[in-house]
């Protein structure tokens, strides 16, 4: 069974400051998708990556696919209370379903 | 455009009641998707449906029936439920299977 372990579980911040979110599995995918998901609400994309090594900016979100498309990172530069949230990563092999991650939730003070 | 709908929005069941959980997407997508959301566990696949008529067992089978009644629907059925079932279940969908999915506003379920 292919797992996606994210670091840290649970994140509490003050505005302004920067973090990173990590997205770690044993198995290599051929896709990798960021969702955020708002309290009460459905997750909705942010991002897909799908080339080792890959770098993508939304705004102040960075995202990276690793070299061996085993793991990813999402940094966020001087966070701000609406990146309040809960961040789940997802991957896709080529012959088998997504698979989430088992999510990290950020809360960003003002 | 409404994207994905689900109904109810909110259920409390008893030990051995049943349910079906309805979900309906208007974008022509395939692949429609039932996921779970406890705690610390991220979503869990109950069941998915990659095309009209067809429909596969995901990571959380037990307990749970579906049917995919055309193109659009996708309901969910909990023939006896237990309090292990108490969730937020989401219903997605995607044009493709590891496409984009798209949610919809989950139903949160209380089984006593």
């Known amino acids: 069974t292919q797992l996606l372990e994210q670091s840290p579980q649970f994140l509490s911040i003050q505005e302004g400051e920067n973090l990173t979110v990590y997205c770690n599995s044993s198995?290599?995918?051929?896709?990798l998708q960021w969702y955020r998901q708002e309290p009460g609400e459905g997750p909705v994309l942010l991002v897909t990556v799908v080339t080792g090594g890959e770098v993508k900016k939304l705004k102040r979100l960075t995202f990276q696919f690793g070299d061996a498309r085993k793991d990813s990172s999402l940094h966020i530069t001087a966070a701000q209370t609406g990146d309040t949230g809960l961040y789940l990563c997802?991957?896709?092999?080529?012959?088998?379903?997504?698979?989430f991650g088992t999510g990290t939730r950020l809360q960003v003070f003002p | 455009n409404a994207g994905v709908t689900q109904t109810p929005k909110f259920q409390v069941l008893k030990t051995g009641q049943s349910m079906t959980l309805q979900c309906a997407q208007d974008m022509n997508h395939n692949s429609m998707y039932w996921y779970r959301q406890d705690p610390g566990m991220g979503l869990r696949l109950i069941y998915y449906?990659?095309?009209?008529?067809?429909?596969d067992k995901g990571e959380v089978p037990n307990g749970y029936n579906v049917s995919r009644l055309n193109k659009r629907e996708f309901s969910l059925r909990l023939e006896s439920a237990a309090p292990s079932q108490t969730s937020v279940y989401f219903c997605a969908s995607s044009n493709r299977d590891r496409d984009t999915q798209y949610f919809g506003p989950g139903t949160r379920l209380t089984v006593l």
């Open positions: 198995s290599v995918f051929s896709s």
């Open positions: 997802a991957g896709g092999a080529n012959t088998d379903k997504l698979i």
């Open positions: 449906s990659a095309s009209e008529g067809t429909t």
